[in-house]
């Protein structure tokens, strides 16, 4: 070098120990960055890609879990929906069925109550008649042994009598239906089934 | 010759005869500087001067830069990672990827190595107290396109096979037969000699002139301070010059390292495509 140095020096030729130099320099430089610096680069590339798509991965697994949270939910709305309607139509059948239910059995009851009534009407009139029979009989014996012992004096008297007693009976009857007012005038005749009863 | 440029010519002539001997214009030893330690082994002289120096600073500079800024990477980086990452994607998504294509990635190492080394010893021109390039000395560039030319003829015999290669590279596809006795010395020459030799000299060329631009400004505002008489009013422009030089060079800087590994990543492709 020092020999060279004092020569006029050729740019374009250079020495060999600087080209030593040179390749020694490279070599450490491409060793350092091939083996440790760009890997780590590349590395970090592929960590920040994933990540990204990692993000972007699971954001699309959140939507898809949230989509079908939303169809499961209107499924079950539906399946409510729908099950909400047969509720209420059995509900109203079940109604319409009790009001039925309901109204026959009042119908039942109100007939029964009627029958009852009828019953009880039957019952007491009859429990009248068969009083009043008593009571005519006893009224009878009485006015007859009244007209006996009357002397008949006059006959419009005697007529006044008859037509109280009429009177009296028509009085009666007009309480009784007329069917059982014909019978009443046979009295005995009733009488008797009454006692058998 | 007016009588003004005569007047300064005496003057000039009267300084030197003074003693000063004028304007030292920058030499090419600007590149030779004296050796810090010189020994010779195994038959070769080693020098070990500024510039060697300053090789080995520039590259330790750059591979503590990346190294730190890659010590515990985030998928969130930090300014530093950033920095390393955004260097590291210009060469591994815009050269390799984009130039070779699909096959490129795996040269993404080598060409980011290129492209960080020159980057960093280019940038020494420009560092204060250092102020020259380790590529300004043509051995560091030729090593360099050596090693490319190596591994694009490597490359290219292991994609294509030898006797595809060759032949390609001599008769390519597509000339017709008379034109031969053109093309293929051409060819030959070209990507066998040329290639590299331009590729040395690009980048030597570059980072030599754009060194010896920076020290005859600077030299020269120095030296119209110091000459005495009216010149010192031309002083500040030839600081001025310097100034812009120096920011020229910055553009030359990143630009070479750029086209390096472009051009590179170019005869790689070439390498691995057959020629159409």
Redesign the interface.
């Known amino acids: ?2 020999i ?2 004092a020569e ?2 050729n ?13 020694i ?2 070599a ?3 060793f ?3 083996k ?3 890997p ?2 590349e ?3 592929v ?2 890609r994933e ?1 990204i798509e990692g993000g972007i991965e699971r954001a699309e697994a959140m939507q898809a879990e949230a989509k079908a949270a939303l169809d499961q939910y209107r499924a079950q709305l539906a399946e409510a929906r729908t099950e909400a309607a047969q509720i209420r139509d059995a509900a109203r059948a079940e109604g319409q069925q009790i009001i039925e239910q309901l109204r026959a059995q009042a119908q039942e009851e109100s007939a029964r109550i009627v029958a009852r009534g009828e019953e009880q009407l039957a019952a007491s009139r009859q429990q009248v008649i068969n009083e009043l029979r008593g009571q005519i009989g006893a009224l009878a014996v009485d006015l007859a042994g009244r007209v006996v012992g009357e002397s008949l004096a006059d006959d419009a008297r005697r007529s006044g009598t008859v037509d109280r007693f009429l009177d009296q009976l028509d009085g009666m009857s007009a309480t009784t239906p007329d069917g059982q007012a014909g019978r009443g005038q046979g009295g005995a005749t009733v009488y008797v089934p009454q006692d058998a009863r | 010759m007016t009588s003004s440029a005569l007047a300064l010519v005496n003057v000039l002539a009267a300084e030197g005869g003074e003693g000063d001997s004028g304007f030292q214009s920058p030499t090419i030893e600007e590149f030779y500087p004296e050796p810090l330690v010189s020994f010779s082994l195994l038959g070769v002289d080693f020098a070990f001067t500024r510039i060697t120096f300053i090789l080995f600073l520039a590259t330790a500079l750059i591979l503590a830069l990346l190294v730190t800024a890659m010590r515990k990477p985030g998928i969130v980086p930090g300014k530093l990672q950033w920095l390393a990452e955004s260097g590291y994607s210009v060469v591994r998504d815009g050269i390799a990827r984009d130039v070779i294509g699909p096959k490129g990635l795996p040269f993404a190492p080598f060409l980011g190595s290129l492209f960080f080394f020159i980057l960093a010893n280019n940038a020494m021109s420009i560092v204060p107290a250092l102020q020259i390039s380790p590529m300004s000395k043509f051995a560091f560039p030729l090593v360099l396109a050596v090693f490319v030319w190596v591994l694009y003829n490597y490359v290219g015999i292991r994609e294509q096979g030898a006797g595809k290669y060759f032949k390609d590279a001599a008769v390519p596809p597509g000339v017709p037969a008379a034109a031969l006795i053109l093309v293929t010395p051409i060819e030959l020459l070209q990507v066998f000699v040329i290639r590299p030799f331009t590729l040395a000299v690009r980048l030597f060329a570059n980072m030599f002139a754009g060194h010896m631009l920076l020290v005859v400004f600077s030299l020269g505002a120095v030296y119209l301070l110091q000459v005495g008489n009216f010149s010192v009013i031309f002083a500040p422009f030839s600081l001025l010059m310097a100034i812009i030089m120096t920011f020229f060079e910055l553009l030359v800087i990143v630009l070479q390292a750029y086209v390096f590994t472009v051009l590179t990543a170019t005869y790689l492709n070439g390498a691995v495509e057959p020629a159409h």
Not at chain 1, 11 to 23: A, C, D, H, N, R
């Open positions: 070098m020092s060279l140095a006029a020096h740019p374009l030729i250079p020495p060999v120990g600087e080209i030593i130099v040179g390749v320099a490279f450490i430089l491409y350092v960055l091939a440790f610096v760009f780590q680069m590395k970090t590339f960590a920040r990540a």
